[in-house]
């Protein structure tokens, strides 16, 4: 059986990386920033991909401006 993380909230996700919850809204409406989905009215994250954007930004990938 394949376990699934739980996804994150956008607070978890802005303490992860040390940035206010208003700046993963931004960087949502701007289209940069971790890959995140409207699930109703409540913005979630997968770890995996909060982690791969975060891995990019230290490898040298896409940078937020």
């Known amino acids: ?4 993380r739980p996804l994150a909230t956008a607070e978890q996700v802005s303490e992860f990386l040390g940035v ?3 700046t993963l809204y931004q960087w949502r409406h701007r289209g940069v920033g971790p890959r ?10 997968r770890w995996a ?4 954007w975060f891995e990019d ?6 940078r937020v401006a």
């Open 36 to 45: 995140g989905a409207k699930v109703g009215r409540h913005l979630r994250f």
């Open 57 to 62: 930004q230290t490898s040298g990938g896409s």
């Open 49 to 52: 991909d909060v982690e791969k």
């Open 20 to 22: 206010p919850v208003a």
């Open 1 to 4: 059986m394949v376990q699934v």
